[in-house]
């Protein structure tokens, strides 16, 4: 089992900037490649960015590329996501996710993902 807990969002005005946290626990952390995915209200759970166990490689949805950065300190067991520029329609529930995995391909859907974390809100004020 692997434990996930996001921190960090919040409410934002429109243009400014979040870092949200993922904080891994029960297996090693190094293992598993992460996402991380957002979902507004009536809306479905849509993938953002994803990386690799190692950070080495990294895929960004094109609604956040340049904008969204994904990161990881497998030494903390953290996975992070720098969200700059921020939009309203950047509302939503963001939530990380694991993969077992130690390859370089990024997974996008969720039924690829194994472990979820319970979310965390970030809201953009226009």
């Known amino acids: 089992q692997v434990q996930l807990v996001e921190s960090g969002g919040g409410l934002v005005q429109a243009g400014g900037s979040l870092r949200l946290s993922c904080a891994a626990s029960?297996?090693?952390?190094?293992?598993?490649?992460m996402g991380w995915f957002r979902q507004a209200p009536g809306e479905e759970r849509d993938f953002v960015a994803g990386?690799?166990?190692?950070?080495?490689?990294?895929y960004y949805a094109d609604s956040v590329k340049g904008r969204f950065t994904i990161s990881r300190d497998n030494a903390k067991n953290t996975v992070y996501l720098q969200m700059n520029s921020l939009k309203p329609e950047d509302t939503a529930v963001y939530y990380c996710?694991?993969?077992?995995?130690?390859?370089?391909?990024?997974?996008?859907?969720?039924?690829?993902?194994?472990?979820w974390g319970q979310g965390t809100q970030v809201t953009v004020a226009s």
């Open positions: 990386i690799s166990w190692n950070g080495g490689t990294t």
């Open positions: 029960g297996r090693t952390f190094s293992n598993y490649a």
């Open positions: 996710a694991a993969r077992f995995f130690g390859g370089t391909r990024i997974a996008t859907t969720m039924k690829e993902y194994t472990y």
